[in-house]
């Protein structure tokens, strides 16, 4: 045999109480050394392999076959010959996370190609989702030799063009102990943009939309852009911008989020080029623990189409993000950023991970990871959360 004779001993049968127990009883009993156990339940079946090392311990195989008899399941034994067991001393590990409304053999075919064909060797899979094969988490390792960034790069190319999702991150520490929480506000915490809102109140809105996709796309200078369109809303009555604030359509899965993450002791917050009586009325309602956006200047109960203030923009959502952090104790590699535009790219590399919602293409490109077809909480999978993580932490 091979890896110091050791031998790997593969069960299979129908799940009972006691199996594991009575067969690690019997190498107990040998003096067999143990070298790595895995156990997975499928629909009742059970699969359980322990790695054991063999010295010169006669009858345990036997005694293993005579449990195995008595307890009505199947063994097969194995010499261990693991072409990659010497790579996994030095190689990276990752975690890959696949987010669909219904995965198949189709969905999870292509991902897994994917993975080999960059050499990625694959160790274990995990449901997270409940009632339909729909969030899956694949763990995998990378030779030194293989390439991350283009792994990640075929994998934003599948969720692309795919109703899927598909994340790459390293598997480490940082990803399962994540502490703060900063997302974006307008179609990304809220599905609307409050500025066109406002501008199709004020009949104006095909003039503002026009500005604001050519700053998301990142043409213009984001402040005289906002300056432009703010113009644009001079006379508007200050109730209607109340009246949109106290009605936001939140984003898919947002509540959910917020919700469990704050019960598990995160702290969160808003940075928005938006404006602050629309972020301030989220803040209420979802117990946001910061908001920062810009501040729209209001004399005689009507906007005068002025930002009071320093404007919101990429740098400085990127300098309160620190500036939070810092305050909190958070550690960069222990936030996570959250949003859709141009004037994200700098809150997102600032954060240990940058996730892109619902995006356009050059911030997906340029983020850590991007989510297209599942809502908010699907950030929760993200950090490793079963659904029934979730709703367990949901009822508190």
Known sequence: MTNHDDLLVTVTGRDQPGITARLTGVLAEHGVELVDIEQVVVQGR?????????????????????????????????????????????????????????????ELHALTSILNDHGAHLEHIEELSEGGLGTVELRVFLPEAADADALKRALLELGMRSAFDVALQPESLYRRSKRLVVMDMDSTLIRIEVIDELARAHGVVDQVSHITERAMQGELDYDQSLRERVALLKGLDASVLERISENLPLTE???????????????????????????????????????????LEVQDGKLTGRVLGPIVNAQRKAELLESIARAEGILLD???????????????????????????????????????????????????????????AERG
């Open 46 to 106: 059970l699969t359980l392999s322990l790695q054991i090392r063999l010295t010169p311990t006669p009858g345990v195989l036997e005694a293993l076959a005579l449990t195995a008899r008595e307890l009505g399941v199947t063994l097969d034994f194995a010499p261990v010959e693991d072409p990659a067991s010497a790579l996994r001393t030095t190689a990276r590990r990752y975690v890959v996370t696949a987010i669909g409304r219904r995965l198949g053999a189709a």
């Open 253 to 295: 899965g947002a509540e959910t989020l917020v919700r469990v993450i704050k019960r598990l002791g995160f702290r969160t917050a808003i940075l928005s080029g938006g404006f602050s009586v629309a972020a301030q009325a989220l803040q209420r309602r979802l117990g946001i623990d910061y908001a920062h956006s810009n501040v």
């Open 334 to 392: 222990q936030v996570i950023a959250v949003g859709d535009g141009a004037n994200d790219l700098l809150m997102l590399q600032k954060a240990g991970l940058g996730i892109a919602f619902r995006a356009k293409p050059k911030l997906r490109e340029a983020a850590d990871m991007s989510i297209s077809a599942a809502g908010l909480d699907a950030i929760l999978a993200l950090l490793g959360m079963s659904a029934r993580e979730v709703r367990e």
